[in-house]
Every structure is written in C-alpha cells, then in structure tokens.
C-alpha cells in the first residue's frame, strides 16, 4: 500500500527558513516525479515545486522561485523541500504527491499527473 508522509511543518517568523520532508513507501519512488503543492482555505492547491525523477530536472512556481529548492534522495525515498525567506503568503497546508511512472519532465508541474498524495503539513508565517 503507498503511502506518503509529510513532516517538518510548523509557525515560522517572515524570513526564516524550513525544510520540509516527505517519505514515500510501498511504491516505486525512484522511477517516478515528485512534488510540492500548497493549499489555503478556500483556494484552489497551488503547484510549488516538482522533480523529475534522477533530478534532472526541476520546475518552480513563480511565487517561490529563487526562494524554495526541491530535492530527492531515491536511496531514502524522501523529497525534501528547503524554504527560505519565509512570507506570510506562505502559509499553508503543504502536500507531497508522487507522480505517474509515465509522467515526462514537460508535465511535471501539472496536478494532473500525480496519483499519490499525502496529507500535508502546515507551515505558517507569522510575526
């Protein structure tokens, strides 16, 4: 059974740092994308960060480029992402998805080609 779990969220002051992890079992984690999404009450899961499966590639949202950075490690089957200068519009509920096996790097920052979903942590930025 897959299951993908999420940790390291909590409050944090604007400008802070965090790295978020997630540990994926009962799948095929190296063969398959990985990504970061947000959600806020109300609005739609926004796409955060995604990688594509030997981190050959990597795609970021607008909102966090040049702040947030997405790596794997497929000998632990853990995707982590590290967030710098915290704002509060990064508050959030951060979810991990792992992607199709078939997804190809064009498509990984659609949430469309991910299957497999975590609960998701939350990361608030408040003084």
């Known amino acids: 059974q897959a299951q993908v779990v999420e940790s390291g969220g909590r409050l944090v002051q604007p400008g802070d740092s965090l790295k978020l992890s997630c540990v994926v079992s009962?799948?095929?984690?190296?063969?398959?994308?990985m990504a970061w999404f947000r959600q806020t009450p109300g609005m739609e899961r926004e796409f955060v960060a995604a990688?594509?499966?030997?981190?050959?590639?990597?795609r970021y949202g607008d909102s966090v480029k040049g702040r947030f950075t997405i790596s794997r490690d497929n000998v632990k089957n853990t995707v982590y992402l590290q967030m710098n200068n915290l704002k509060p519009e990064d508050t959030a509920v951060y979810h991990c998805?792992?992607?199709?096996?078939?997804?190809?790097?064009?498509?990984?920052?659609?949430?469309?080609?991910?299957?497999?979903w975590g609960q998701g942590t939350q990361v608030t930025v408040s003084s």
């Open positions: 009962g799948l095929t984690f190296r063969s398959r994308p």
């Open positions: 990688i594509h499966r030997s981190s050959n590639g990597v």
């Open positions: 998805a792992a992607a199709t096996e078939s997804t190809i790097l064009s498509s990984i920052s659609q949430q469309s080609s991910y299957i497999y």
